[in-house]
């Protein structure tokens, strides 16, 4: 049976149907169109499916459709404003972040959910929050320089604290 | 192919009355780290899910001296929560060291239960602390310790019209350590992992709890080992006879993630280091 699911993506109010056991990754990508979130492993283990929902982010192919009725939920789609790359996106491109790009949805809203709880997370902090998305391509040092960048811009002292430490 | 029915209560009545009506037939549904993965390859077809996480069962209140938490709260909050940090730091650690983040966020304490995975981290702190699991039907609640939950590996004493709501550790004393060793730091489930609760007493351990995880198809209390530290003064020796004790009561399986053998080796040194740990030596 389909149930109807109404929840917020993007900002954008959206109602669709839904199987009990469809993940939300299923309904984004294949109902949706809202292609960022990747079909990695489907098991919880690589993190490519990355969303945030309310604030926090979590694997969508594990995520039940239906329980994130009335949510909102956030995808790379969402993270440009006016046209402009968010400070992230901005980031990752300019210091090749991505090679094949896979992961890249993925770590960029694991990343988001982190820099807008804790606008200046020390290395370690990062290397935490990051740790549940893999890359294959083994650009971890750019990824991890690249949200230094946006934390370091965020908040300087911060910044320098975390490189005395290194 | 039939498809499965959803049902997402606000309310505890309304939810054991579905599994009062139905309790065969439906699957509970909290975080679904466990669940939705074996949707996603068809291994599990469910014919009705009833979603927990509208049933206000999302919480950490501290009560009688400990802590009651409710079934559905995330291992992140509890992971991060001053309370339990405060009252049950043992917990707090074993939640912090599991999974990875984005799984805490979702993961829930019931569902590492009810599960009753050989590898779950939640159950050894929580026979440590010597908790216990409220559960609740149309027909009452039902309070066991936590020992008497699991009977084998992925079977437990919940009958199918019973939610397990509540967590509740009571005030214990002693000093507690959770030492656990995977593959991996982040993301793998164990190879083997132990808590530890040493209560001293004019210099010598009055009272002591020693929980190994992913060693049998249930969490093993090793009680051979807790005798030998009874009554005795904390030394690093003791710690490798009891260890040494303790790999004895267990009964490790090989599978994808270490051999039997190799967890025998591994779960002694996490014993010894564990009663170290906890007693500061
Ligand atoms: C990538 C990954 C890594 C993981 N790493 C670890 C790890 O390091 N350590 C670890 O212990 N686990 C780990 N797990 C397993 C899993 O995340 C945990 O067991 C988790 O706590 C399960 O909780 P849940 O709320 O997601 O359960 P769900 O999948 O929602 O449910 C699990 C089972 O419990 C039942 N259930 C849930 N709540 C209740 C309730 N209140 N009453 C009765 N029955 C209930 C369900 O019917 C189901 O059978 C990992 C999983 C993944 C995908
Ligand atoms: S696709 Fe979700 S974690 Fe890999
Ligand atoms: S850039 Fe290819 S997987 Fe990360």
């Known amino acids: ?166 | 192919m039939p498809t499965a029915e959803y049902f997402a209560p606000t309310e505890l009545r309304d939810a054991l009355r579905l599994l009062a009506e139905r309790g065969n037939q439906i699957t509970i549904l909290a975080g679904g780290t466990d669940l939705v993965p074996q949707f996603n390859c068809r291994e599990l077809r469910p014919h009705a899910l009833l979603y927990i996480g509208k049933l206000g069962l999302n919480y950490i209140i501290a009560k009688n001296g400990g802590l009651a938490v409710g079934s559905a709260t995330s291992l992140e909050e509890i992971a991060t929560n001053r309370l339990v940090f405060e009252r049950a730091p043992v917990l707090a650690q074993a939640a912090a060291e599991m999974g990875n983040p984005t799984i805490r966020n979702v993961a829930t304490i019931g569902g590492n239960l009810a599960t009753a995975s050989r590898a779950a981290d939640m159950p050894p702190p929580l026979l440590a602390l010597d908790a216990e699991l409220s559960l609740v039907s149309e027909r009452g609640e039902r309070v066991i310790p936590i020992g008497e939950f699991f009977k084998r590996a992925h079977k437990t004493v919940r009958l199918a019209d019973e939610l397990l709501t509540e967590i509740r550790i009571p005030s214990v004393k002693g000093q507690t350590a959770f030492v656990r060793h995977g593959r991996r730091k982040v993301f793998s489930c164990c190879v083997a992992s132990v808590a530890v609760r040493v209560v001293m007493d004019g210099g010598k351990c009055a009272d002591a709890r020693i929980v190994a995880g992913s060693m049998a198809s249930t969490p093993v209390r090793c009680l051979g080992a807790e005798g030998i530290l009874q009554g005795k003064h904390l030394t690093s020796e003791l710690a490798v006879e009891a260890a040494a004790q303790a790999v004895g009561e267990c009964k490790p399986i090989d599978d994808d993630r270490a051999t039997a053998w190799y967890r025998r080796r591994v779960i002694k040194v996490l014993i010894e280091r564990a009663i170290n740990r906890a007693s500061d030596l």
């Not at chain 1, 990343?111 to 890359?135: F, H, Q, V, W, Y």
Request: net charge negative; hydrophobic share 35%.
């Open chain 1, 1 to 166: 049976m389909k149930y109807v699911l109404s929840f917020t993506v993007n900002g954008q109010p959206v109602e669709t149907l839904a199987e009990p056991t469809a993940s939300l990754l299923d309904i984004l990508r294949d109902q949706l169109d809202v292609t960022s979130p990747k079909r990695g492993c489907e098991s919880g283990d690589c993190g490519a499916c990355t969303v945030v929902v309310d604030g926090r982010a979590v694997p969508s192919c594990l995520t039940t459709a239906l329980t994130v009725a009335g949510s909102e939920v956030t995808t790379v789609e969402g993270l440009m404003g006016d046209g402009q790359l968010h400070p992230l996106q901005r980031e990752f491109y300019e210091r090749c972040a991505a090679q094949c790009g896979f992961c890249t949805s993925g770590m960029l809203m694991a990343a988001k959910a982190l820099l807008d709880r804790n606008p200046s997370p020390t290395r370690a902090e990062i290397a935490l929050a990051m740790s549940g998305n893999l890359c294959r391509c083994g650009a971890y040092v750019q990824v991890m320089e690249a949200i230094e960048a946006v934390a370091g811009r965020k908040c300087e002292v911060k910044a320098e604290d975390t490189r005395e430490r290194e």
